[in-house]
């Protein structure tokens, strides 16, 4: 069974998560921030993130930052809707060079979430 950690500072998108991916055989794991989100990765061994990339407090790019330090990091799905100073495909195109395996962009679908998470846990 693969371990997912979530992160988003929307209640009612880490609810979707769950919703979409839970009876795929995945223990989902969330986090409403991206400190609580590098909490989890100190304490447990994640085998995949889907992280949004605008939050408050720290944000997708700071996480993609901090998981460069970090030796054994997890593959990253980013996902962004946009925000007040970049729309969200720029975001995204922004998260893939800094290495993330796949992109979402909000909204998105069960059918677009699950074939991602898929793609990039059989890399």
């Known amino acids: 069974m693969y371990r997912i950690l979530c992160i988003d500072d929307e209640a009612s998108i880490m609810k979707l998560y769950q919703d979409f991916l839970e009876n795929e055989d995945l223990e989902i ?3 409403c921030s991206v400190r609580k989100g590098l909490e989890i990765l100190r304490q447990y061994s994640v085998d995949l993130v889907i992280t949004d990339m605008i939050m408050p407090e720290m944000d997708g790019i700071e996480l993609l930052r901090s998981l460069h330090h970090v030796a054994e990091s997890p593959p990253v799905i980013a996902v962004s809707g946009g925000g007040s100073y970049l729309n969200g495909r720029e975001l995204l195109l922004i998260a893939e060079v800094m290495g993330v395996r796949g ?17 990039v846990l059989a890399e």
């Open 29 to 31: 794991v969330v986090a």
């Open 103 to 119: 992109t979402l962009h909000k909204p998105f679908t069960r059918s677009e979430l699950l074939s991602m998470v898929h793609r």
